[in-house]
């Protein structure tokens, strides 16, 4: 997919007042510091359309990017960051359940994890509850780089194998990306491009 634009539309914290247009929409969430600003505007081919992380666990909005005037891009707040207060951490569970058990347009969620780690407990849980709520979702794994090439595949294996495991009897799709040498970009677009198609 070519982005001939990627433009900001809003940010808000009430999922009744997200854009009110009928238009596909992908959510991106994962714990702060997964590279999820930097995989955003890699895909974009933006510098700064999210934001990086100076300060992880701040951006605890719903972002709505439109993209090609067609599909919205959801920049959903980082979560599991260790000193964000509970009060915060409520509100931020209040709306983000809120935005996936209400937005219709919601098409697919795009649940990020650092390839180097193995499948953490809030993770885990996220996608258990995503899968209870009858959420789509796939796994983008992040800062593929950061591995060799040899076990970049051995590792996703090994986390996806950790799902079957546990309460999951099939796998989700899942990607495999850097945002620093742009692996997986083609792959995520591509995937978005052929739902959008159907
Ligand atoms: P966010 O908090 O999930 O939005 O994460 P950021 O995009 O701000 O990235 C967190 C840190 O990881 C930053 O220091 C990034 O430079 C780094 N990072 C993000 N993506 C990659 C990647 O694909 N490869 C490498 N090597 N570093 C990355």
């Known amino acids: 997919m070519k982005i001939s634009s990627a433009e900001f539309v809003m940010s808000n914290s009430n999922v009744a007042k997200c854009p009110n247009e009928p238009l596909p929409e992908y959510a991106f969430i994962g714990r702060s510091n997964v590279g ?38 959801v920049d959903l707040p980082g979560y599991g960051y260790a000193r964000v207060s509970k009060k915060d951490k409520k509100t931020f569970q209040k709306y983000i359940t809120e935005y996936f058990e209400k937005r219709k347009q919601l098409v697919c969620a ?9 499948p ?8 258990e509850w995503l899968g209870i709520h009858q959420v789509p979702f796939t796994i983008i794994f992040t800062k593929a780089d950061k591995l060799k090439p040899a076990v970049i595949e051995k590792k996703a294996d090994t986390y996806l ?6 309460a999951w009897e099939e796998t989700p799709p899942h990607f495999i990306t850097s945002s620093t040498d742009r692996t997986g970009r083609e ?4 995937y978005i491009q ?4 159907d």
């Open 36 to 73: 999820k600003s930097s995989l955003i505007n890699m895909l974009m081919e933006r510098k700064s359309l999210a934001k990086t992380s100076g300060r992880p666990g701040k951006t605890q909005l719903i972002n709505h990017f439109k993209v090609n005037g067609n599909w919205f891009l």
């Open 110 to 118: 795009f649940v990020l994890v650092d390839i180097r780690h193995d």
């Open 120 to 127: 953490q407990p809030v993770d885990l849980e996220f996608m």
């Open 161 to 166: 194998q950790k799902l079957l495991d546990g």
């Open 187 to 190: 792959d995520v677009l591509g």
């Open 194 to 197: 052929n739902i959008n198609q």
